[in-house]
């Protein structure tokens, strides 16, 4: 959506877009080997021949294509979420699954300082306008309405909420008041609501003109050495809260510079992986199984294999291992819309200006299964496992490498025919 924002792999523009063309890495020997005819006729016919429809009434889903998808969530211990971010539908589809699967934990594509905000809030009655005017976009994705309400469905189900990312750069005012509230010495206290509270201000004047000048991107190596220090005279856990902040701002900053951006998105990976592998053990102890699991990032993230961003093992991958080596099944889900609006922006003030249109009849990562989706309000189930099957045994070529990499990476492929973007709270 916005390099500066970073919302991964969230599929959104052409830059997007462009950035997934960086899906290097991929094994494409011998792809070109078919006349161009011959092999969209096979992707064709195997795409129209595993095609189910699929009816939406609110969080309520019916037809052969759901039918298919809840066999398979019934079976799975773990259900993985890619996706498009900014489309209203996609939480709504997320509730209907969590109510089939009954996770005990949700992976979400969050700090989890704001998951931790995220269960408090979601716990409550109404929606949390009064943090959300204090803390715009403190909550991430969770600051849309329709994605909050996702939220409060899972508290309802005593679903535990988990964050994996790094430190969200919308947050400094919120992360420092939790700093400061964790730190023993009253002038480092103050010091750090004082600073937080700029930083804050700071954002919010820049966030809806020019996110590239956020806080995060601004920190210079003079002020972390200094937040360092003040932590060195406090516990281990405000020491390690710096660290993290740190860290978090070494992501971001190098994820704008061309020759360190890739390196960034490897250190984010790295960071989220290590983040599941640590919150894993609140749920589950030496030798018990895996517990039921329902991830939702960024498509980019929740593959099987190598990712769309430089062929990068990302969570999906973690996830899928985790659950092999226990004999028990991951399922992985690529949603996205054939067209309509989505949230684009961060205005505070006007949120219609947010709202951007977009199309993605000429995405090569889901082009035939776009293709294939007709007008009306029936969404589109694609099972791509057959493809799959076809693609290893040499029996379909594919000469996009993105195309390739969905059908490598995910189970099904849902489109939706048209989409209305997340609403602000």
Avoid at 52 to 68: H, I, M, N, V, Y
Avoid at 189 to 205: I, K, P, V
Avoid at 365 to 393: E, I, K
Wanted: with cysteine; glycine share 6%; charged share 20%.
């Amino acid at each position: 959506m916005y390099a500066p924002f970073r919302l991964p792999l969230c599929l959104t523009t052409a830059t997007a877009a462009r950035r997934l063309r960086l899906a290097a890495g991929l094994a494409l020997a011998g792809l070109l080997s078919l006349p161009a005819q011959a092999q969209d006729s096979t992707l064709t016919r195997l795409t129209h021949k595993y095609q189910f429809a699929l009816e939406q009434k609110g969080t309520q889903f019916s037809g052969a294509g759901w039918d298919k998808l809840r066999q398979d969530i019934e079976k799975s211990q773990v259900v993985l979420l890619g996706e498009d971010h900014g489309m209203a539908q996609i939480p709504q589809f997320t509730q209907a699954v969590a109510q089939v699967l009954k996770p005990k934990v949700f992976v979400a594509e969050i700090d989890k300082y704001q998951a931790r905000d995220l269960t408090r809030l979601a716990a409550q009655p109404g929606l949390p306008t009064a943090v959300e005017r204090q803390y715009p976009m403190g909550l991430s994705f969770y600051s849309w309405a329709e994605e909050f309400e996702l939220a409060r469905a899972l508290r309802a189900q005593n679903t535990a909420l988990v964050g994996l990312e790094q430190v969200g750069f919308f947050a400094p005012g919120r992360f420092y008041a939790l700093l400061a509230d964790k730190t023993k010495n009253k002038q480092s206290a103050a010091y750090l609501r004082q600073r937080g509270a700029a930083y804050q201000a700071h954002n919010q004047a820049v966030m809806s003109t020019d996110p590239g000048q956020l806080m995060v991107y601004r920190h210079t190596p003079a002020t972390l050495d200094s937040l360092t220090a003040l932590a060195r005279q406090e516990s281990s856990e405000v020491q390690r809260m710096v660290q993290e902040y740190i860290t978090s701002v070494h992501i971001n900053q190098t994820a704008i510079q061309p020759k360190t951006s890739f390196q960034s998105h490897q250190d984010r990976v790295n960071l989220m992986r290590r983040s599941l592998m640590a919150e894993l053990t609140t749920y589950q102890k030496p030798g018990q199984p895996l517990p039921k699991m329902l991830f939702k990032f960024g498509a980019g993230h929740v593959g099987r294999g190598a990712s769309f961003t430089g062929g990068m093992y990302d969570v999906g991958n973690l996830a899928l291992n985790l659950a092999e080596m226990q004999d028990q099944k991951s399922l992985h889900i690529f949603i996205i819309g054939k067209q309509g609006t989505q949230t684009s922006g961060f205005n505070l003030t006007d949120f219609s200006k947010n709202v951007a249109s977009y199309s993605n009849a000429d995405t090569d990562m889901v082009r035939p299964f776009v293709a294939a989706t007709p007008a009306g309000t029936a969404w589109q189930v694609f099972d791509v496992r057959p493809l799959r099957r076809a693609l290893l045994r040499d029996q379909l070529k594919i000469s996009s490498s993105e195309l390739m990499t969905t059908i490598m990476n995910y189970d099904y492929v849902v489109i939706i025919p048209e989409t209305t973007a997340s609403h602000n709270i």
